[in-house]
C-alpha cells in the first residue's frame, strides 16, 4: 500500500515534450483515473510510472520513495493491460504463476495465491487452458488474475476494458470496483471513457495535451469544471455552450445577453468580469427542460428512449444545442419549444476558456422542476 | 495513359466474357474450374510430374541409352546395388562405397550445417531485433550474400581459401603457419560448412526476424512488469514463442541442406577425395559426369533422396500448418 | 509479272530439290581449327558445285554433351568434330565404300583409324580423320633450371630423374611445385604404362590392375606425399572432374608439367618471353617411354539423308594438301603418316613452339602399342574419368591403396558392364 506522488513529472521523446511537468499525488488507497482524449498523455503517464517508458524530468515517488530509477518490477507494481498481453504459449496457471516464480517464491505460496485468486476471479475451471482457449472476458480476468497474485502496492489498469464489448464492460466495471474495494490498494486507471471515470473513481484527473486540466473528485469536475475542456468532456452527453455578452452582475450572479439580445441569468461569482466581456454560457442537457416562460429553439430531432428523451434543438442564433429529458416528450421534429436555463444550473466561462466560481449549485437544492 | 490502360483492360475482359459465359453455360459451374485449373495442370504435368514419371521408370532400367526403349528392365536392381552393404555405417563395406559415403557426409553436413544456422541465425537475429545502432546496415549485411549466386559465393571463397589467397596471405603476415584449406579433408569439409551458413543465414534470420517481430510488444512488457531476469525472458518467453518459426526454419533449411550442391560443387568439386561429396554430387558425378552415364543408377539415387525429402516436406507442412493455427 | 516470277521460282526450287545439298558440320575449336576448315571447305564447294557445307562452331561441352543426346534421338549434324571415338561409335557413318581411294586414307591415317573401329563397326571401316593429334608429355621452365644450376634431364629421362632434378629446382627457387600432372586418367595411363602397366587383359578388357599400374600407382601417392606432385591439382577436386596445372606453369609456379601438346599453343601465347620452356617429349619408366595419343577428328554421322557427299567431303578432309594447309594454320600434329615423316610448315610460330611441336612430333612413333590400344578403346572414358576419382581417396587417406585399386576395377568393370 503506498502513495504515489508525481513531482514535475516530463517526458520528451528527442525534441517533442509530451507530458509537460505534472504535478500530482494519489493518496494511499485511492482509485484513480486518468482520463481524456486519446493523444493527451494519460497512457504515457501511466507507462511512465510503470516503469515501461523512462521518466525525462521530475521525480515520481511511491510510498515515499523515489524510484526514477528503479525498474519496473522494483517498484512494487503490477499492471494489467488494454491487450490483456497474457503468454499466449502459457496456460492460466502458468500465466499467474509466472511473475512469483521470477522471484523464487517456494512452489505452495505461489500455489496457494494462485488459487486464491482463481477462486476470487472465478477462474478455477479455466487454470489449465491456455488463453486463447478463453472468453475476452476471461482473458481479462485472468490480466487482472497476474496482478493480484503479486500483491503489490500499487495497481495500473491501462484501457482494460476498451477491447470488451459494451455489457461485459459494464460488468467487469463492476468487478474492478470491488476489487477495490476488497483489496484496498491504490489503483491507477487510464480510460478515455469518462462513464468509466465517473463510476469507478475516488479521483479523476483530467488530462489534455500533456497538462493536468483539472483533478479532483467526480462529483466535484461535474459540478465545478475548471474551464470549458473539462466541462465538455465530463457529464454526458456534452455540455451546451451559448456565446453571450456580459450586461451587468449583482450578488445574485450575471445578467447576461445572447446573440439577439434575449435576457439570461446565471448564479456565478462575476465580480473577474466587465460589462460588455464575451463569455461562455454553459449548460448541461439534463438541466434543461421545456419551461413556456423558457429560451425559445426550433426541434431538430427527437429520441424517444421511452424512459427518457433527447432534443437536438437549434437556437435563433444558430446555436445546437441538446437537452435530456427524464421521462416521454410531446415535441415534435419541426416544431418550436421553450427551454427553461436556469440560474443555479448555469456556468460561465470566460474567453480563455476558465470558469467563474458558481455561487449556488442546482444540482444539491433537489428537484430541477421547480 | 490510366484510362487507355483501364479500357484495354476492361476491353479484355469484355472479349472474354461472352465465350466464357458460354462455355460455363455448356459446362456447368462445376467442371469450369477444370477450365481454369487446366494451364496450370499442364505446365506441372509436363514439367514436374512428367520428369518424375520418367525418373521412376529411369530407376528401373540399366545401360547408357538415353531413349527407354533402348534401355533394359531391370527392376529394382539399381536400388538393390546402392543399398548392397554390409554396414551402413562403413562405406567400405559397400558396394557402391561412393554413394554411401555422399549419404555420410550429407547427413553430418545437414547436422552441423543446419545445427549451427539456427543458432547462428536465431542469435543474429536476437541481436538485429534489439535497438543497436547500425540495425539496417547490419541487417542488409546478413542478408546481402543471400542474393549472390551460389557460384558466385563459392568462387569469393575460394579466392579467399585458396592455397595463396587472402586467408592465407593475412596468416603469413600475422605470422602464422598457413593452411591450405581445401586440400585437407577435415578443413575443408568444415568450410563446406562454413560457407553455406555464410550463404544462407541472411535468409533465416530474416524469417526468425520476422517471427520475432510478431511476438507483440506487451508481452515483454508484461513480463517486464513480472520482474523477469533477460535469461528467462528469453527461455520462457521468446523461445517457446518463437517456436513455430523456428520449426519452420529448420525444415527449410533441412531440405535446402540435403539438396546442397552448386557453392560446394564450385569451391571444392567435391574433394579432397570424396571429403565434401554430397548426394547430389554424386548423383551428377554418376549420371552425367563419368563415362559411360549411368542414369539408371543415378535416377535410383534421386528417387532414394526424394523420400528423404519427401519426409522432410511433410514435416514442414505439418510445421506451418501448426504455425497457422498457433497465429 | 507477278506470276511469272513465281513460276520461275518454283522452278529454281525444284532444280535445287535434285542437286543443292546441304551438309551441316558441328565443329568445336582449342585455336582456330573450324575457322582453317571453314575457309578450306570454300576450295571443296567450289570442286562440288551444289553441296555447300555450313559450319557451326559451339563450345567443346556441346560436342560432349548434347551431340551424344542429339545422335541418341536420332537428329544432328551430318558431320562433327570429335574426340571420343568409341563413345559414339555406333552413329558414326563408314565411308569407306564410298570414297575413291580407301587404302590411300588406310596408309595415311592407319592408327588413328583405329579408334573408331570399336564394337559393331567394321574392322577395316573408315570412320573419322583425324586433323589434330594430340600427345602426353611433359613442359619444363628452363630458366627455372638455369637459375637454380640445374642440369636438366635430356631425352629419354625417367620420371625419376625428373622428380629429383625437379624437386632441386624447386628447393633452389623457392617456387611453390616441382611437378604436376593434369587430374585425369588419360595423363595418368603413360607413365602408368611406362610403369610396364598392360591395362588391358587377354580378351581386350580394360582396366588390369598389374605389377606394373601398382608401381606408379605407389609411387604417384608417394610423391604427392612428399610432395613432388603438386597436391592442389589431384586433391584440389572430387571425382572424376578434369583439372589441369597449366596456369601455375604460365606464372612459373611449377618446375616440370606433365600435360600434353595441345597446350603448346597456350604456353606459346601466354608465356611469351617470360620464360624460356621446352617440351621434353615423353617420359620413361622402367618398362617403356610412352606418352598417350589422342585427337581430335572429324567423323561422318550415319543419320546424314547425303552419305554420298558426306564421303565425298571426308576424302576431302582427309587429302594431304588440305591437311598441310589447315594444319598449318592450327599449328596442330598430323596424324597423315605422309606430313608426319615430312614436317608441316606452320605458320607464324616462335622458335619455342616449333621445338615443342617438333619434339611432341618426334615422341608419337615410339607411343606403345598399349596406349593405341587405349586410345581406341570403346570404353576408354571409364578408366579416364574413375581413375582420379579413386587415387584422390589414396591420396587424401580415404581409402588404403590396396582399397582403392580394388574399387578402381570394380568401379571400371561396373560402368562397361552399365554401357554394353
Redesign the interface.
Known amino acids: 500500500m503506498a502513495e504515489v506522488e508525481l513531482r514535475g513529472i516530463v517526458k520528451e521523446y528527442g525534441a517533442v515534450r509530451v507530458v509537460h511537468g505534472v504535478d500530482l499525488t494519489i493518496e494511499d488507497g485511492t482509485f484513480c483515473v486518468f482520463v481524456g482524449p486519446s493523444g493527451c498523455g494519460k497512457s504515457t503517464l501511466l507507462r511512465m510510472i ?3 517508458e523512462d521518466i525525462s524530468g521530475g521525480d515520481l515517488l511511491i510510498g515515499g520513495e523515489r524510484v526514477n530509477d528503479q ?4 517498484r512494487g ?3 494489467v ?1 488494454q ?1 490483456y ?5 502459457m496456460s492460466v496457471r502458468q500465466n499467474l504463476a ?2 512469483l516464480e ?2 523464487r517464491m517456494p512452489k505452495s505460496e505461489i500455489a496457494a495465491r494462485v488459487d486464491e485468486a482463481a477462486r476470487m476471479l472465478k477462474l478455477e475451471p479455466y487454470l489449465d487452458r491456455k488463453p486463447r482457449a478463453l472468453s475476452g472476458g476471461q482473458r481479462q480476468r485472468v490480466a487482472i488474475g ?1 496482478a493480484v497474485v ?1 500483491e503489490p502496492k500499487v495497481f495500473l489498469f491501462d484501457e482494460p476494458l476498451s477491447n470488451l464489448d459494451a455489457e461485459l464492460r459494464v460488468s467487469m466495471r463492476g468487478e474492478i470496483a470491488a476489487l477495490h474495494r476488497r483489496v484496498g490498494n491504490t489503483m491507477i486507471y487510464v480510460t478515455h471513457d469518462q462513464v468509466e471515470a465517473m463510476t469507478m473513481a475516488d479521483k479523476i484527473v483530467v488530462l489534455r495535451d500533456g497538462r493536468i486540466e483539472q483533478a479532483g473528485a467526480p462529483i466535484d469536475l461535474y459540478n465545478r469544471p475548471v474551464n470549458t475542456f473539462v466541462a465538455g468532456f465530463i457529464g454526458s452527453p456534452r455540455m451546451n455552450f451559448l456565446p453571450c455578452k456580459v450586461t451587468g452582475h449583482d450578488a445574485d450572479g450575471l445578467t447576461l445577453q445572447d446573440a439577439q439580445g434575449r435576457p439570461l441569468r446565471a448564479a456565478v461569482d462575476g465580480r473577474t468580469v466587465g460589462e460588455g466581456d464575451t463569455v461562455e454560457l454553459g449548460i448541461r442537457p439534463e438541466h434543461m427542460h421545456p419551461d413556456p416562460e423558457g429560451y425559445p429553439v426550433q426541434v431538430e430531432n427527437v429520441e424517444q428512449l421511452g424512459g427518457e428523451s433527447y432534443l437536438y434543438v437549434r437556437t435563433e442564433t444558430g446555436v445546437a444545442l441538446t437537452a435530456h429529458l427524464s421521462g416521454q416528450t410531446g415535441l415534435a421534429r419541426g416544431g418550436r419549444a421553450f427551454l427553461a436555463i436556469r440560474p443555479e444550473f448555469a456556468h460561465v466561462f470566460r474567453k480563455d476558456g476558465t470558469a467563474l466560481p458558481r455561487l449556488r449549485l442546482g444540482e444539491l437544492e433537489g428537484d430541477t422542476r421547480t | 495513359m490510366a484510362a487507355i490502360v483501364r479500357a484495354l483492360y476492361e476491353g479484355a475482359f469484355n472479349l472474354f466474357e461472352k465465350p466464357m459465359q458460354m462455355l460455363q453455360y455448356s459446362l456447368g459451374a462445376h467442371r469450369m474450374a477444370w477450365v481454369f485449373l487446366l494451364p496450370n495442370l499442364l505446365i506441372f504435368g509436363l514439367f514436374t510430374y512428367l520428369p518424375i514419371l520418367l525418373n521412376v521408370w529411369y530407376a528401373g532400367t540399366s545401360g547408357d541409352r538415353i531413349l527407354l526403349g533402348e534401355r533394359d528392365w531391370t527392376g529394382a536392381a539399381n536400388f538393390a546395388t546402392l543399398l548392397d552393404c554390409g554396414s551402413y555405417l562403413d562405406p567400405n563395406t559397400c558396394r557402391r562405397d561412393l554413394f554411401w559415403r555422399a549419404v555420410h557426409n550429407t547427413g553430418w553436413f545437414v547436422v552441423l550445417q543446419v545445427g549451427f544456422m539456427i543458432l547462428l541465425s536465431l542469435i543474429a537475429a536476437l541481436i538485429l531485433n534489439r535497438n543497436i545502432p547500425l540495425k539496417g546496415f547490419f541487417r542488409a549485411v546478413f542478408f546481402y550474400p543471400v542474393l549472390l549466386s551460389p557460384v558466385v559465393v563459392a568462387l569469393i571463397w575460394k579466392w579467399i581459401l585458396q592455397r595463396n589467397g587472402v586467408l592465407n596471405a593475412g596468416l603469413d603476415w600475422a605470422g602464422m603457419p598457413t593452411v591450405n584449406w581445401l586440400l585437407d579433408p577435415s578443413w575443408a569439409f568444415f568450410w563446406i560448412v562454413f560457407v553455406s551458413i555464410w550463404a544462407n543465414m541472411g535468409f533465416y534470420v530474416l524469417i526468425l526476424l520476422a517471427g520475432l517481430q510478431s511476438i507483440p510488444s506487451d508481452v515483454y512488457e508484461a513480463a517486464e512488469m513480472d520482474g523477469t531476469p533477460a535469461w528467462r525472458s528469453l527461455l520462457r518467453i521468446t523461445l517457446p514463442l518463437l517456436t513455430p518459426t523456428l520449426l519452420v526454419v529448420m525444415v527449410l533449411s533441412l531440405i535446402r541442406a540435403v539438396q546442397a550442391f552448386d557453392e560446394i560443387y564450385v569451391l571444392t568439386g567435391g574433394g579432397p577425395g570424396s571429403a565434401t561429396t554430397l548426394l547430389i554430387q554424386y548423383i551428377y558425378d554418376v549420371g552425367f559426369a563419368t563415362r559411360p552415364r549411368q542414369f539408371g543408377l543415378a535416377a535410383a539415387a534421386s528417387l532414394l533422396m526424394a523420400g528423404v525429402l519427401l519426409v522432410l516436406t511433410l514435416l514442414q507442412l505439418a510445421a506451418t500448418r501448426k504455425r497457422a493455427e498457433d497465429g | 509479272m507477278r506470276k511469272t516470277l513465281a513460276v520461275s521460282a518454283l522452278a529454281l526450287m525444284a532444280a535445287g530439290a535434285t542437286q543443292a545439298q546441304e551438309l551441316r558440320f558441328m565443329c568445336y575449336q582449342d585455336g582456330a581449327e573450324c575457322d582453317a576448315w571453314a575457309e578450306a571447305f570454300q576450295s571443296f564447294e567450289a570442286e562440288n558445285p551444289g553441296t555447300t557445307v555450313v559450319v557451326d562452331v559451339v563450345p567443346y561441352q556441346a560436342i560432349i554433351e548434347s551431340l551424344p543426346i542429339q545422335l541418341e534421338v536420332g537428329e544432328g549434324p551430318d558431320l562433327a568434330r570429335i574426340t571420343d571415338y568409341g563413345g559414339l561409335a555406333r552413329f558414326l557413318l563408314d565411308v569407306r565404300p564410298m570414297v575413291s581411294d580407301p587404302d590411300l586414307i588406310e596408309a595415311r591415317y592407319g592408327p588413328s583409324l583405329a579408334w573408331a573401329r570399336v564394337g559393331d563397326n567394321a574392322p577395316d571401316g573408315i570412320y573419322n580423320i583425324v586433323d589434330q593429334l594430340t600427345a602426353t608429355g611433359g613442359f619444363a621452365n628452363a630458366t627455372l633450371f638455369e637459375q637454380a644450376g640445374v642440369e636438366m634431364p635430356g631425352p629419354g629421362a625417367s620420371w625419376a630423374d625428373w622428380a629429383e632434378a625437379s624437386r632441386a629446382v624447386r628447393d633452389a627457387t623457392g617456387v611453390d611445385f616441382a611437378m604436376a600432372i593434369d587430374r585425369t586418367g588419360h595423363r595418368f595411363a603413360a607413365p602408368a604404362m611406362s610403369f610396364g602397366a598392360a591395362l588391358f587383359n587377354d580378351e581386350g578388357e580394360a582396366l588390369v590392375i598389374d605389377d606394373g599400374f601398382r608401381s606408379f600407382s605407389e609411387q604417384f601417392v608417394a610423391w604427392h606425399e612428399d610432395g613432388t606432385l603438386a597436391r592442389d591439382v589431384w586433391a584440389g577436386a572430387g571425382g572424376g572432374t578434369y583439372q589441369d596445372a597449366a596456369g601455375e606453369f604460365i606464372n612459373a609456379n611449377l618446375v616440370m608439367y606433365y600435360s600434353g601438346s595441345w597446350q603448346i599453343g597456350r604456353f606459346g601465347r601466354d608465356i611469351g618471353d617470360a620464360f624460356d620452356w621446352v617440351a621434353t617429349g615423353a617420359v620413361c619408366g622402367p618398362a617403356a617411354c610412352t606418352g598417350m595419343p589422342g585427337g581430335a577428328g572429324i567423323v561422318g554421322l550415319n543419320r546424314t539423308e547425303h552419305p554420298e557427299a558426306v564421303a565425298k567431303l571426308m576424302e576431302f578432309v582427309a587429302r594431304d594438301d588440305i591437311q598441310a594447309q589447315v594444319l598449318a594454320q592450327t599449328r596442330n600434329l598430323p596424324a597423315n603418316a605422309e606430313l608426319q615423316a615430312n614436317g608441316i610448315a606452320y605458320q607464324d610460330v616462335t622458335p619455342e613452339v616449333a621445338a615443342a611441336l617438333t619434339a611432341f612430333a618426334a615422341s608419337v612413333p615410339d607411343f606403345s602399342d598399349t596406349a593405341y590400344a587405349l586410345q581406341g578403346y570403346q570404353f576408354n572414358r571409364a578408366v579416364y574419368t574413375n581413375i582420379p576419382a579413386r587415387l584422390t581417396q589414396a591420396i587424401v587417406g580415404e581409402l588404403s591403396l590396396d582399397d582403392a585399386l580394388a574399387r578402381l576395377e570394380q568401379d571400371v568393370a561396373d560402368a562397361i558392364a552399365e554401357a554394353r
Open positions: 510503470a516503469g515501461l525498474r519496473a518490477a522494483e507494481l503490477a499492471m493491460f491487450t498481453a497474457l503468454y499466449p504459449h509466472f511473475g521470477n522471484i497476474r503479486r
